[in-house]
């Protein structure tokens, strides 16, 4: 029987096209995939052993032994049972969060927040756990301005409240914080295992749980305060929830959609929308032919439960930024980087802070960036930003992209736009956004899009030759297998997965921790040799400063040297904690300095050492 009179007796991959152009397709599509090897993966060789295994695993799927044996254990998982399946999904979700707690303390990684997002997160979610989202305003709120934090007209945290909502139970629980992400994380893994299931089969839900836990970026933010492991978890619990209720129809399916939506509007609304719009087009597909009745009560069911979640960022809104329909997060990116949403012409403010390192960040980081944030720049910002960032950080490894072309003849089922439908939504609605192009653990959230591409093409292969799948299974299997473990840490120690280090926030915490004494206050004096991406004003431990033990404040004064004498801007702060806590020793830490740490006294000597000033003598 010849391959193409094969095909024609099985569903073909492709719909639209007969068996014979897709048979035709077939290399004029890998000669496509050897060109976005060379263009988008950049030619890509990885280490020296990389090819060797891929070589390894054509070899492997040549000799039949060999793939007969690959293949019967390809098709032992391949179709489990659904209580085989949960079985399975539940031993991924555990095994993946404490894979990834070892591989990072097996690449030595802190255990301790380093990008400024994260302490603010932490003190949402300390106000979380004190059942607020928001405190009162501040009694000096310039000494506490910082980065992603909002300290008028109340004291609270930029972000959305979706991330601290789920990850604010490790704190009641007296749980170190990031245990949190290292169970959603794990939760992701399983829930990316079932899918994959759904609309695949088994065999690939496996591997693209292994392809998954390879993604370096993925491995990174699985231990941090984040927001994007939360966005992934529950746009993979959308998508599971569409396949389910396109499978039985039942309203709860429709009722648990909702409720991720809403979650996911109220973590990172614009992924969320991405998510919501690819599988709203599922949903419309389903309920073409459909009375207005039914499309209302889908609407319904949908609706109602994203209420709840709706209704706290409403009142979130309302209470800090004083306006129902402007977030917290909208309010202060205007404020401190404008030009981030949208497009724009002409230059960016050069000032927008009195807090020197914000103002240096802001020219140093973000000034550039949202100037060529312009309508005339789209296609080489798309090209050369975003597109760039999920070709690179989303794809498991340069040598993928020589059999992803292969799955556009696998794109005719619905099931599978659930899946990779956010990919375009995504490239489209996060172009108005700047920061989208330059940060590559943004691509963390279209993850399931880019591993079905990339396993896609072994069901298009078999679809298309299917006297041959033994050998395809073989080859493609062991060769994804092989690439995802030589990138884990177990097998190559060079990995380090974190892109950003930060030696003099770690170096600030350990003199902390040894040389001061709670109850204090540290006030850090900023200098141009200190590196603005490390930020230590942070009372991140608690929901209101006045509770930590070691207090950190802002030293407002140009000159170090005006410090406890005639004119230092800090008198204010003295006066306060005199009245409150009298006995809270000053420090002060000069970022500048081999010896940064000097003690000054207590919140009373200070006051008395600075008086003359103010007593017009």
Not at 91 to 96: D, E, K, L, R, T
């Amino acid at each position: 029987m010849t391959e193409t009179a094969a095909i024609s007796e099985n569903k073909t991959p492709a719909s639209w096209l007969s068996p014979r152009v897709a048979l035709w397709l077939t290399p004029v599509l890998l000669v496509l995939g050897v060109e976005c090897w060379l263009v988008e993966g950049g030619g890509n060789y990885g280490h020296r052993h990389q090819p060797l295994l891929i070589l390894g695993a054509i070899v492997c799927g040549l000799i039949p032994p060999i793939a007969a044996i690959f293949e019967r254990l390809w098709k032992t998982v391949q179709h489990p049972s659904p209580g085989t399946r949960r079985i399975i999904a539940i031993v991924i979700c555990i095994g993946s969060s404490l894979f990834l707690y070892w591989s990072q303390r097996y690449e030595h990684t802190p255990f301790r927040p380093k990008f400024q997002d994260e302490f603010s997160y932490l003190i949402q979610m300390h106000m979380l756990e004190h059942g607020r989202l928001w405190m009162p305003a501040l009694p000096l709120p310039e000494y506490f301005d910082t980065f992603y934090v909002i300290v008028r007209p109340v004291y609270a945290s930029m972000y959305f409240p979706g991330t601290a909502i789920m990850y604010v139970p490790a704190l009641v629980l007296n749980l170190p914080y990031f245990v949190a992400p290292l169970i959603a994380s794990g939760l992701c893994a399983g829930l990316l295992y079932v899918v994959i299931t759904e609309v695949l089969d088994g065999a690939c839900g496996l591997l693209a749980m292994v392809i998954l836990l390879s993604m370096r970026m993925f491995r990174m933010m699985s231990i941090m305060a984040m927001s994007q492991t939360p966005t992934l978890l529950l746009g993979l619990t959308m998508i599971w929830a569409i396949l389910q209720w396109r499978k039985s129809k039942r309203s709860l399916w429709l009722l648990v959609f909702g409720a991720a939506v809403g979650w996911a509007a109220i973590t990172r609304p614009a992924e969320a929308l991405c998510f919501a719009i690819a599988l709203a087009c599922v949903i419309a597909s389903e309920m073409c032919k459909k009375s207005w009745q039914s499309w209302a009560k889908a609407a319904a069911w949908i609706v109602i439960p994203a209420i709840p979640f709706l209704a706290i960022q409403l009142i979130a809104n309302r209470n800090i930024t004083g306006r129902w329909f402007t977030t917290p997060f909208g309010m202060y990116t205007d404020l401190n980087y404008p030009g981030a949403f949208g497009f724009h012409h002409g230059s960016a403010p050069v000032h927008v802070s009195n807090i020197p390192e914000k103002q240096l960040f802001y020219q140093e980081f973000v000034k550039g960036v949202n100037e060529q944030h312009q309508f005339k720049n789209l296609i080489s910002w798309q090209l050369h930003g975003e597109w760039a960032a999920v070709s690179t950080a989303g794809m498991p490894d340069p040598f993928f992209w020589l059999i992803v072309p292969m799955s556009i003849l696998g794109f005719w089922k619905k099931e599978l736009w659930a899946v990779w439908g956010v990919l375009p939504f995504y490239l489209v609605i996060l172009c108005g956004y700047s920061f989208a192009a330059v940060l590559p653990h943004y691509v963390i959230v279209i993850l399931p899009a880019t591993i079905l591409l990339c396993l896609l093409p072994i069901r298009v292969l078999t679809d298309i030759f299917p006297r041959r799948s033994a050998m395809i299974h073989t080859m493609t299997g062991l060769a994804m297998v092989a690439l995802a473990l030589v990138d884990m840490p177990l097998f190559d120690r060079t990995i380090h997965d974190q892109y950003f280090e930060t030696p003099q926030l770690r170096a600030i915490e350990h003199v902390l921790d040894t040389k001061v004494s709670p109850p204090a206050v540290v006030m850090f004096h900023f200098n141009r040799g200190a590196n603005v991406s490390e930020e230590p004003v942070f009372n991140s431990d608690v929901a209101w400063p006045d509770d930590a033990p070691i207090i950190r404040v802002h030293d407002l004064n140009p000159k170090i040297l005006a410090i406890g004498k005639s004119g230092d801007r800090d008198r204010p702060l003295y006066e306060y904690y005199a009245r409150i806590d009298p006995k809270r020793v000053f420090y002060l830490f000069d970022r500048g300095q081999v010896a940064p740490l000097k003690r000054l006294g207590t919140a009373e000597e200070m006051v008395s050492r600075t008086r003359p000033a103010y007593d017009g003598r």
